[in-house]
């Protein structure tokens, strides 16, 4: 009885988890489609979550670190001296439902706020902050924790350098044409092709890398000759559909063409947002039923391993909790990075999109820490920054980066504070569990 009593606590935890990625975390994915009018909020959500559930559920990993990003080692816990029996697991229990807890709580205040954090920070820094009570500061991977600290200044950085270049690109040749129209016929197959192609690579490596290795033919040549196809076959499509969608416009003001030319690119900002939606429910749903699973995991066996396995109940509570967080509360957050950021239209949308997924592919592949939050604020402000420091606002920049430096610290005192509480009263209890 009580251990369906902590089974179900913590199952409530990880769907609160879940919850708050869904209202952070997912909005992100989809905030540009409609800041930028590509796609009225409803019908984000309703694709959002779709491709985030499909995601989740589908294609994410059903192996799971049980401390994400290993950030502490769970058999240091295990062989504190001085241990009683199953204590080492009980600790485990009390700090993992700590650290889901304590994350939740932190991307709940900063959703209400209409702050874009990292979920994987919040977790980790709960995690540490749990792993430092139980086990003193060497429990920590300080090594783990310094690249994800880099990752707070490489991804923005790289996003908001990938974003200014590219938005300067469509700007120069498309949108400041003395004939915007003639200018989107020729040039915007070729942004067809790219976005494709980086879209295809991202959904392959990122969205289904869990289940990649069981495909023997998705190697990496094969994957860039179906990118390849894919992409071709969408330039293609785009030159003849511009060339009949564009033909009666041509003639018009310069207003009226640049209108058109943003409608073109509705299409195009709507789908990269989803495959970043569904990249994203296949990976980040880990920090939510990693810890559940490693709580369940204790339970049914008394021990502590690195890796456990995900129960499909555990994948599926976590993709519903992913899409409720979306629908009821994404909004706010969608609002900041949509529009409180800098104007998004249909074009800014897609440039935005294509420097993000690119710049979290390359890195991914390169192995250098990086944050998809980070990243696609960082493209946004570096769109902004193409038309000038006024094209930003610089308030809502401070309180993101504010929100960004004190997620890890925040998450960390935080679960401090339920570990120590827990322990106290619950120890001896989930003890006689075993």
């Known amino acids: 009885m009580e251990e369906s009593i902590v089974l179900g606590i913590t199952a409530l935890m990880g769907f609160y988890m879940a919850w708050n990625i869904g209202a952070n975390d997912v909005a992100n994915s989809m905030a ?3 800041g930028s009018k590509s796609i009225t909020i409803k019908k984000a959500i309703i694709a959002a979550g779709i491709c985030e559930f499909a995601g989740a559920v589908l294609v994410g990993s059903h192996v799971t670190n049980t401390v994400r990003k290993g950030i502490v080692d769970p058999q240091v816990l295990a062989h504190l001296p001085g241990m009683a029996p199953h204590e080492g697991a009980a600790i485990f229990i009390i700090g993992m439902a700590g650290a889901l807890l ?7 205040v900063s959703s209400w706020a209409g702050l874009p954090v990292s979920t994987t920070h919040s977790i980790v820094g709960a995690v540490a902050g ?4 139980a086990a003193g500061f060497g429990a920590v991977s300080w ?3 310094g690249k994800i600290v880099s990752s707070w200044f490489i991804s923005p950085i790289v996003g908001g350098i990938m974003g200014f270049l590219i938005f300067n690109f469509i700007s120069k040749t498309i949108l400041g044409s003395a004939r915007p129209i003639h200018a989107a016929k020729k040039i915007t197959p070729f942004i067809v092709f790219c976005l494709a192609f980086i879209v295809t690579l991202g959904t392959i490596y990122k969205g289904l890398k869990h289940v990649i290795h069981n495909i023997s033919w998705l190697t990496d040549n094969n994957t860039i000759l179906i990118a390849f196809g894919i992409s071709l076959s969408a330039a293609i499509f785009s030159k003849f559909y511009l060339r009949r969608a564009l033909a009666a416009h041509s003639e018009k003001s310069i207003a009226q063409q640049l209108e058109q030319v943003e409608k073109t690119f509705m299409p195009l900002v709507v789908i990269s947002s989803c495959s970043v939606a569904f990249a994203h ?3 980040d749903v880990a920090n939510a039923v990693g810890p559940l699973s490693a709580v369940v995991n204790i339970l049914q066996t008394g021990t502590l391993s690195m890796k456990v396995g995900v129960p499909f109940w555990i994948m599926v509570l976590g993709g519903i909790g992913i899409v409720v967080g979306l629908a009821t509360y994404g909004y706010r957050v969608m609002a900041t990075v949509g529009t409180d950021i800098t104007e998004i239209t249909p074009s800014r949308g897609v440039a935005a999109d294509i420097a993000t997924t690119f710049t979290v592919l390359s890195c991914s592949r390169l192995g250098l820490p990086i944050s998809t939050t980070h990243t696609l604020v960082g493209a946004i402000i570096g769109i902004g920054l193409a038309r000038g420091t ?3 606002d610089r308030n809502v920049t401070k309180r993101i980066f504010g929100a960004w430096l004190i997620t890890v610290p925040a998450a960390a005192l935080v679960s401090m504070l339920f570990f120590i509480t827990g322990r106290a009263l619950l120890l001896h209890t989930i003890m006689g569990l075993f």
Do not use: C, Q
């Open 32 to 34: 540009d489609a409609v």
């Open 102 to 108: 304590a994350a939740s709580i932190w991307l709940n």
């Open 130 to 133: 749990f792993g430092i009570i």
């Open 143 to 145: 090594v783990t924790m």
């Open 281 to 283: 429910g296949s990976n």
């Open 390 to 392: 006024s094209g930003i």
